[in-house]
């Protein structure tokens, strides 16, 4: 597991363009035959990509972590993103994944493994972990049972429906929040205009995007903004103070991941569009 430490906004003024991506974009978790995690601390969030092919691949580093099992003292939500189905095993039960379906895992579950269904066509595990302090029960959300949310418009070019699986009115946890972003046809921006919450930091993950698309991701302060170049299935880690919007040459999706301080999704200090710079 692949270590980021904290920044500050001051610091970061400083960083050339390698050195932003280094700190903030994470560009290879999902590799076959892999479980690939980042730890970030950042409210102390885990993200990761697991490809199962031939055998299912075991959710653990002890090494990291220094407990006896990863969800010792974790939640972790799971979506697959890819066409190929999962399965989820959780203490010896068996969750099955469609494309865009969410499986939450609360704390005090021993062993998780990640499978494929047909290893010639394998699943794309999407992961992201908080820590947490009680247990919540494990529980699956296909998309179709999500409450869609529909955002924007076709003239703002960010006509989207925001899909929300783990969250304080659907699948409950301790502080980890988990949704997904689907653009409609010909759409390409979002959280425009943006917001930041100085109380919790999100994780992006784009997706469903082809070799040649691309997502400029749009981060740091409202009064002094920055830009990453995001390619297909990366992972960008915004920090509180940062603001989190993107706008792509192609239609994508985008999978958001939320932890710290409070358990309210409108917590949000929006910011107009006059501040940014």
Not at 95 to 101: G, M, V
Not at 123 to 146: G, N, Q, V
Not at 167 to 195: E, F, K, R, V, Y
């Amino acid at each position: 597991m692949e270590v980021r430490y904290a920044t500050n906004p001051t610091d970061v003024k400083q960083y050339d363009g390698e050195r932003l991506r280094s700190e903030f974009l994470v560009e290879s978790l999902f590799v076959e035959g892999e479980v690939n995690m980042v730890y970030s601390h950042y409210d102390r969030v885990i993200t990761g990509g697991a490809v199962p092919t031939v055998k299912p691949l075991k959710l653990e580093d002890q090494e990291t972590l220094k407990t006896e099992f990863f969800l010792e003292r974790r939640e972790i939500g799971i979506i697959n993103i890819s066409e190929g189905k999962g399965k989820v095993i959780v203490d010896g039960e068996t969750y099955e994944l469609n494309k865009r379906d969410c499986l939450y895992v609360g704390r005090g579950n021993e062993d998780v493994q990640l499978d494929s269904v047909d290893a010639s066509k394998p699943a794309r595990f999407y992961l992201a972990s908080a820590t947490a302090h009680k247990e919540y029960p494990t529980k699956k959300l296909p998309i179709e049972d999500a409450t869609p949310t529909k955002l924007g418009s076709d003239a703002e070019s960010n006509n989207r429906t925001i899909y929300k699986y783990i969250h304080g009115d659907g699948i409950q946890s301790c502080q980890l929040m988990m949704g997904m972003t689907l653009l409609a046809p010909n759409n390409m921006w979002n959280t425009m205009p943006p917001h930041v919450h100085d109380r919790r930091m999100e994780a992006y993950l784009y997706f469903d995007m082809d070799e040649e698309s691309r997502v400029f991701h749009f981060m740091g302060k409202p009064d002094d903004t920055r830009h990453l170049v995001v390619k297909n299935e990366q992972v960008v880690l915004s920090p509180p103070w940062s603001i989190h919007s993107g706008v792509g040459t192609n239609n994508y999706t985008f999978i958001w991941a939320m932890a710290g301080e409070n358990y309210t999704f409108t917590d949000m200090d929006h910011v107009k569009m006059e501040e940014l710079k």
